[in-house]
């Protein structure tokens, strides 16, 4: 539900118009690269009957694998206080 994109921050354009007009090593500035991530991570949590799905805003494709442990440790929970409930 995310993708990364690579573009050239605009400080690297403004840089280049003003650095070519005294010489043309300024072009240069136009090969920067960095890479933006947008979108949003799924979660779900199921523990007999009880479900929770959320989607979680990120800025970083780090961010990812700590919403994947959040939530495993998460599931992990849920199961652990199924098993605690007593039966009914």
């Given at each position: ?17 003003v650095s ?54 998460a599931q ?13």
């Open positions: 539900m995310s993708r990364t994109a690579r573009k050239t921050p605009s400080g690297a354009v403004v840089l280049a118009i070519a007009l005294f010489c043309l090593i300024g072009l240069l500035f136009l090969l920067m690269k960095e890479e933006v991530t947008t979108g949003y991570a799924e979660g779900s949590v199921r523990a007999g009957d009880i479900y929770h799905k959320t989607q979680i805003p990120i800025s970083k494709t780090q961010q990812v694998t700590e919403v994947r442990q959040l939530v495993s440790k992990r929970m849920a199961m652990a206080a199924l098993a605690a409930r007593p039966n009914r």
